[in-house]
């Protein structure tokens, strides 16, 4: 298995792609920390890995408390004894045109993406020296030719490109990888917007070139799985898009 022996800590781990990447981590060996706001869904997620025969640890954590954040890192090296890889994805993200998202929703957008983000990984980074990796999310957003509606949210997003490429040039030297994936992937409220806006749904599909949206666990998963393995020990501080060739990064 590609990580055997790894211990990984997953944001955002109860549904979708955080959930997807956690059962991948597992699937490959690693003990997994499944972090969330959501206590049954983390629980629901643990109970999958162990029905597979993995290992994980369900831990309540509200990414935009420091205390938390700390408390969350501390009980994870406590219970597995250390600390490989760590992957931000939990994030509120504040959807809507400059007037319609107001001050206090582009504060826990910027609270719970890039600010969360920097806190966790400076947290980490002393159990992670040696050979830690870290995988943040970011989104193709950023890369819109047309920002309407999308300048808030995309803003977070670059943000937390930037901080991955400083850490990336900055912790290499001590074996840290630091990369950021920009998925599309089926997740749980994606599902809902294609049921419910099936037109729009499949004018978005038809820009995609392989013409459907990922899956949380076989694509995006997957990928993190190899790319938090030493098949990926040159890959460092890079914005790779898993999105089906939609977004040019270029």
């Known amino acids: 298995m590609l990580l055997e022996n790894k ?3 997953v944001t955002g781990a109860g549904q979708g792609v955080g ?15 499944v972090t969330g706001r959501t206590l049954e869904k983390l629980e629901n997620t643990c109970a999958e890995i162990q029905a597979r025969g993995g290992e994980a640890l369900p831990l309540v954590c509200d990414v935009k408390s420091p205390e938390s954040l700390a408390s969350t890192v501390d009980a994870v090296v406590t219970h597995f004894g250390g600390l490989n890889i760590l992957v931000n994805n939990a994030q509120e993200v504040p959807l809507g045109t400059l007037h319609q998202v107001d001050e206090e929703a582009f504060a826990r957008g910027w609270e719970s993406g890039p600010m969360a983000t920097f806190r966790l990984m400076k947290l980490c980074y002393p159990h992670l020296k040696g050979d830690g990796v870290i995988v943040n999310l970011a989104s193709s957003a950023g890369k819109r030719w047309d920002m309407t509606g999308y300048g808030a949210y995309a803003a977070t997003k670059e943000a937390i490109r930037s901080l991955t490429r400083a850490a990336a040039s900055e912790w290499a030297v001590d074996g840290i990888r630091t990369n950021v994936i920009l998925p599309h992937a089926m997740s749980p409220g994606l599902a809902w917007w294609t049921e419910n806006n099936p037109e729009e749904a499949e004018a978005f599909i038809a820009t995609i070139p392989q013409r459907r949206i990922g899956d949380c666990e ?3 998963g997957r990928y993190v799985a190899m790319l938090c393995s030493d098949y990926s020990s040159y890959v460092n501080g890079q914005s790779i898009g898993l999105d089906g060739g939609q977004a040019y990064l270029g």
Do not use: P, R, S, T
Request: glycine share 10%.
């Open 19 to 33: 959930q997807g990447i956690a059962l991948a981590l597992a699937a490959e060996g690693a003990k997994v920390a």
């Open 7 to 9: 211990v990984a800590l």
């Open 218 to 220: 076989a694509d995006i």
